[in-house]
Nanobody, 127 residues
Framework: QVQLVESGGGLVQAGDSLRLSCAASGRTFSSYQMAWFRQAPGKEREFVAA????????NYADFVKGRFTISRDNAKNIIYLQMNSLKPEDTAVYYCAAARSALYGSSWSTDYEYDYWGQGTQVTVSS
């Protein structure tokens, strides 16, 4: 069982940066594949970024490549999402997710492949 708690959201202006954190409980955190998803009002939840248990492999949605960076600290049971050059269209609730099994191919970005979810943190980017 893993419990996930996100933090770091807030209200920023376009072009600013934010770093989201997701603190995980559970002894086997280091073996989980982790990801960030987001959901804007009136829209479907969408994949943002994912990271393999070792941190060696990452995957990003096209719309955040070059702007967002996912990382993890297995010693602290935390994953991060560094978000730079934020745009108003990045406004959403951001969710942390964990998968017990390694995911491959399109599974990386498929929300139902993830077993645990946090409560979300709001990010609002003003123009």
């Amino acid at each position: 069982q893993v419990q996930l708690v996100e933090s770091g959201g807030g209200l920023v202006q376009a072009g600013d940066s934010l770093r989201l954190s997701c603190a995980a409980s559970g002894r086997t955190f280091s073996s989980y594949q982790m990801a960030w998803f987001r959901q804007a009002p009136g829209k479907e939840r969408e994949f943002v970024a994912a990271i393999r248990w070792s941190g060696a492999f990452t995957n990003y949605a096209d719309f955040v490549k070059g702007r967002f960076t996912i990382s993890r600290d297995n010693a602290k049971n935390i994953i991060y999402l560094q978000m730079n050059s934020l745009k108003p269209e990045d406004t959403a609730v951001y969710y942390c997710a964990a998968a017990r099994s390694a995911l491959y191919g399109s599974s990386w970005s498929t929300d139902y492949e993830y077993d645990y979810w946090g409560q979300g943190t709001q990010v609002t980017v003003s123009s």
